[in-house]
T-cell receptor
Framework: DVKVTQSSRYLVKRTGEKVFLECVQD?????MFWYRQDPGLGLRLIYF???????EKGDIPEGYSVSREKKERFSLILESASTNQTSMYLC????????????????FGSGTRLTVV | SQQGEEDPQALSIQEGENATMNCSYK?????LQWYRQNSGRGLVHLIL?????REKHSGRLRVTLDTSKKSSSLLITASRAADTASYFC???????????FGQGTRLTINP
């Protein structure tokens, strides 16, 4: 069964810590995404990557960085965690959209619920 | 930037009834997708409808798309307790390679 795996289901970190959230997919997908989900705000895109070593800012990249050294792995980094980064983090992947006939849905991981104290 | 807006925010119905959720969006799209999220979990892709399509079916799901009104609806027929979840619409523009999600509709099926 194809899947996206997020390394931690729950995570508690202290303010100021550097935090790494890992995401691995086994579907050979080109595109990978990091979203955060907050009550009343829905899903907001932080960063995405459409190829190895490529990255694009989403709607809320401030305070985050990403790394994609291998096709299957996309890491989200909180350089200095703050309490306002307490959230559910969702990783997703998809095949690259090609012609109008080649449009694909996302496969999501189970999410990492991060609490910054 | 939010693209899809679901309506209603919450819906509670009896098992066996049909559930209808709506999604409106603001700009031209390439396709629109619906996802389900069970409590505290990741999202699961349900169905995708292209901008040149008007209706699609998948099992008990029926999706319609009206590009002139910039809106879509998701109909779940003969609802079951297991359909209790949040449902999100998501849209992308051609070439954007990324989806923008709405805030979701929380659906509760009462036994």
């Amino acid at each position: 069964d194809v899947k996206v795996t997020q390394s931690s289901r729950y995570l508690v970190k202290r303010t100021g810590e550097k935090v790494f959230l890992e995401c691995v997919q086994d579907m050979d997908h080109e595109n990978m995404f990091w979203y955060r989900q907050d009550p009343g705000l829905g899903l907001r895109l932080i960063y995405f990557s459409y190829d190895v070593k490529m990255k694009e800012k989403g709607d809320i990249p401030e305070g985050y960085s990403v790394s994609r050294e291998k096709k299957e792995r996309f890491s989200l980094i909180l350089e200095s965690a703050s309490t306002n980064q307490t959230s559910m983090y969702l990783c997703a992947s998809s095949l690259r959209t090609g012609s109008p006939q080649r449009i694909y849905g996302y496969t999501f991981g189970s999410g990492t619920r991060l609490t910054v104290v | 930037s939010q693209q899809g807006e679901e309506d209603p925010q919450a819906l509670s119905i009896q098992e066996g009834e049909n559930a209808t959720m709506n999604c409106s969006y603001k700009t031209s799209i390439n396709n629109l997708q619906w996802y389900r999220q069970n409590s505290g979990r990741g999202l699961v892709h349900l169905i995708l409808i292209r901008s040149n399509e008007r209706e699609k079916h998948s099992g008990r799901l029926r999706v319609t798309l009206d590009t002139s009104k910039k809106s879509s609806s998701l109909l779940i027929t003969a609802s079951r307790a297991a359909d209790t979840a949040s449902y999100f619409c998501a849209t992308d523009r051609w070439g954007a390679q990324k989806l923008v999600f709405g805030q979701g509709t929380r659906l509760t099926i009462n036994p």
